[in-house]
T-cell receptor
Framework: KQEVTQIPAALSVPEGENLVLNCSFT??????LQWFRQDPGKGLTSLLL?????REQTSGRLNASLDKSSGRSTLYIAASQPGDSATYLC????????????FGGGTRLMVKP | GAGVSQTPSNKVTEKGKYVELRCDPI?????LYWYRQSLGQGPEFLIY????????DSGLPNDRFFAVRPEGSVSTLKIQRTERGDSAVYLC?????????????????FGPGTRLTVL
């Protein structure tokens, strides 16, 4: 059974810092990996999707990397802003039809002005 | 364009009652997913539809839970004889395809969720 772990569970940084969120998964037979953002009381917003054949994806100040063989992904946020404060969730899709996602517990990020 | 919508946004019910939660996916998306998120945790998969059929319901916790998607668009999650442990946020997501198609078609778009509270 796939298990996804995110470290740290919570993180508080001053505005402007670059930061890295970590995600690890136990079964490397994945099809893709997605990073989501969740604001309090809201649904999930997809940030980046990395196919298993890819090493990284970039969108604006966000960069996600994937090392499938070691079961790890990182989300790098450059020049953090207070508006980045949210919970960040990592999810992996299995290597079969359906792509039902297995989520980590999330990292709660607070960026202080 | 319109995203995934879910109704109601909040539902409070009493133990033992029956509830229905509705999901309207993005138009044209063939795959639809239900997840459940307990406080402080990541979402957990419940069931997924490809078109009208439930392609995988392995995440449903027991036979009190059932979901339908009769016309391949709107889906309803039904919970019978609700229990306090059913309290959670129920999230619906849709994607253009259901995996193994490659690329952006696999991206799942989530609705805002329905917060279910069983008293």
């Amino acid at each position: 059974k796939q298990e996804v772990t995110q470290i740290p569970a919570a993180l508080s940084v001053p505005e402007g810092e670059n930061l890295v969120l970590n995600c690890s998964f136990t079964d490397s037979a994945i099809y893709n990996l997605q990073w989501f953002r969740q604001d309090p009381g809201k649904g999930l917003t997809s940030l980046l999707l990395i196919q298993s054949s890819q090493r990284e994806q970039t969108s604006g100040r966000l960069n996600a990397s994937l090392d499938k063989s070691s079961g790890r992904s990182t989300l790098y946020i450059a020049a953090s802003q207070p508006g980045d404060s949210a919970t960040y969730l990592c999810a992996v899709g299995p290597n079969n039809a359906g792509n039902m996602l297995t989520f980590g517990g999330g990292t709660r990020l607070m960026v202080k002005p | 364009g319109a995203g995934v919508s879910q109704t109601p946004s909040n539902k409070v019910t009493e133990k033992g009652k029956y509830v229905e939660l509705r999901c309207d996916p993005i138009s044209g998306h063939t795959a639809l997913y239900w997840y459940r998120q307990s406080l402080g945790q990541g979402p957990e998969f419940l069931i997924y539809f490809q078109g009208t059929g439930a392609a995988d319901d392995s995440g449903l916790p027991n036979d009190r839970f059932f979901a339908v998607r009769p016309e391949g668009s709107v889906s309803t999650l039904k919970i019978q004889r609700t229990e306090r442990g059913d309290s959670a946020v129920y999230l619906c997501a849709s994607s253009l395809r259901a995996g193994l198609a490659g690329g952006p078609t696999d991206t799942q778009y989530f609705g805002p969720g329905t917060r279910l509270t069983v008293l």
